[in-house]
């Protein structure tokens, strides 16, 4: 009699623990996407900063400190096909044809391989990631592990990226790569971690000749919109609207 | 309510709860709250330190070289962009953790006459002719104090 009594309490208790227990689980559950939710709500107003850079072919004397720096600052691993910014030597010939040479990302310095008397033109392009605004990776990404920073700086998100590549084949420009050995995808951050720290991006405190511009965007006053008022200035591959924030002044119709 | 509706209604809220309660342990911290990634995701790229310290650390004890170099053609140039990072040297103050760099290959990265340099913005020589007795350019020129 008694233990019956004992076993009706327990199954009576029992409901109640696994009641509160699937309500506490509910409740928690639906609050968290009221963050999201929020957001939402705020998405689409404007922040102060956005950055972009400006790059002035005329200035750049090919001297690859920029890609050094960055492998410096970054740690990115320094065989020669990792690269988060790189400098490439475009020379057009007499007879048209286009040669491009990027040997270790320029690191080591550029020869010139063809002879004087046979080159029309010849240049280098400093070249990093876009930090586009419609940026092709951001779009492609399954697990969002590639995002676009409210400053408007596209990072990877090194715990939650699978390495499945996809990002790396949708990049037009070809600024990002594999890790080797994180298996994440890698691109430049323009150097985040500095410019929350209010320093400028390693690469552009490494160009002797001032070639590299870095601001923001909608400080109409600032070094980046006076660079733009001032230079007629193109981006890459303008065709695929990516909305590249990356301006090059003086850019070679030959260079892609 | 029909028993065999009951019945189902009653699977699918246990589905439903199951659903939820998968999310919630599922989908990382802080996902969402800024768009569509971790926002916490944004203090890890944040959380390196800069190996890159500027002129300002420099010149804390090599005044004589900044000195040096507040004129003449380098005067634009960050002591870093030869010497390499100088987080390392900074904190031990040994020579080893510094880049001193010399041989004309060096110089030669800015200096070398190369047909997409342009000529204008800087000076070049043909670093196979030029003085070709001398191992090193710092012989003759200080990249400190470099001659017009």
């Known amino acids: ?256 | 309510m029909p028993k065999q509706l009951q019945r189902i209604l009653l699977l699918l809220s246990i589905l439903v709860i199951i659903f939820i309660g998968l999310r919630h342990y599922l989908i990382p911290e802080s996902f969402g709250e800024l768009g569509h990634y971790r926002a916490n995701s944004l203090l890890d790229n944040e959380a390196h330190i800069p190996k890159y310290l500027g002129n300002d650390f420099c010149i804390d004890c090599h005044d004589s070289e900044a000195s040096l170099l507040t004129i003449g053609k380098h005067s634009k140039i960050k002591c870093e962009t030869c010497h390499g990072p100088g987080f390392k040297h900074v904190e031990s103050n040994e020579k080893v953790d510094i880049i001193l760099p010399s041989g004309r290959d060096f110089c030669g990265l800015c200096h070398s006459l190369n047909k997409a340099r342009p000529i204008n913005k800087v000076k070049q020589v043909d670093i196979k002719e030029h003085n070709i007795e001398e191992t090193e350019c710092i012989n003759c020129h200080n990249p400190h104090e470099p001659w017009n």
């Open chain 1, 1 to 256: 009699m008694e233990l019956e009594y004992k076993n009706k309490k327990t199954r009576r208790d029992f409901f109640k623990a696994a009641g509160i227990f699937t309500g506490g689980v509910l409740f928690a559950t639906l609050l968290k996407p009221y963050k999201s939710l929020a957001y939402k709500l705020h998405e689409g107003e404007t922040s102060n900063v956005w950055y972009g850079i400006g790059i002035d072919i005329e200035k750049c004397i090919g001297c690859g400190r920029c890609a050094n720096a960055c492998k410096n600052e970054n740690d990115v691993p320094r065989e020669p096909f990792y690269f988060r910014n790189w400098v490439e030597q475009y020379t057009i010939k007499n007879d048209g044809e286009v040669i491009v040479e990027s040997p270790n990302g320029g690191i080591d310095g550029f020869t010139q391989s063809i002879p004087d008397e046979d080159i029309y033109k010849s240049f280098f392009v400093p070249k990093l990631c876009n930090h586009c605004y419609k940026s092709p990776c951001e779009q492609v990404c399954p697990v969002g592990a590639t995002y676009r920073s409210p400053e408007g700086i596209i990072l990877v998100d090194e715990e939650y990226c699978i390495g499945c590549r996809y990002c790396v084949q949708a990049c037009p420009y070809g600024c990002r790569f594999i890790h080797p050995k994180k298996k994440v995808a890698s691109k430049c951050t323009y150097c985040y971690h500095r410019v929350k720290k209010g320093l400028n991006p390693a690469c552009m405190d490494a160009c002797p000749t001032g070639a590299r511009i870095f601001g923001n965007l909608r400080d109409k006053s600032g070094p980046l919109a006076e660079f733009l008022k001032e230079h007629n200035c193109h981006v890459l591959k303008p065709h695929l609207n990516t909305g590249s924030k990356l301006y090059y002044n003086g850019l070679n119709m030959e260079v892609k």
